[in-house]
């Protein structure tokens, strides 16, 4: 498995964000993100994940504990998965040789 880092960073989020994705067991449960302060102040969300390297992960973002409040990652990729619905995606990195 390898190691890839899914980040959220949008002005005025506020905890709790949640990720879901085809990276979880079973796919889309939530995960609550991680979050640390930036230079300007702003909240910047991480998770850690586990995948196979060089695969493909569809990710979206919940805000808030309750509520069916989805957003995407304007700042990453995003395509349409098998289900017409559009998330973000992320390839996982292969290991160095």
């Not at 609550?32 to 992960?57: C, Q, R, W």
């Amino acid at each position: 498995m390898a190691s890839a880092t899914i980040t959220y960073m949008k002005p005025g989020t506020q905890p709790p964000l949640f990720v879901a994705g085809t990276f979880s067991d079973p796919p889309w449960d939530l995960h609550e993100m991680d979050y640390t302060t930036n230079d300007d102040g702003e909240l910047v969300f991480t998770k850690d994940i586990k995948a196979e390297p060089g695969s493909h992960i569809y990710y979206k973002f919940r805000v808030g504990s309750t509520g069916n409040w989805w957003v995407l990652n304007d700042d990453s990729p995003s395509a349409e998965d098998s289900g017409g619905n559009r998330n973000n995606i992320l390839e996982v990195p292969r290991p160095s040789p």
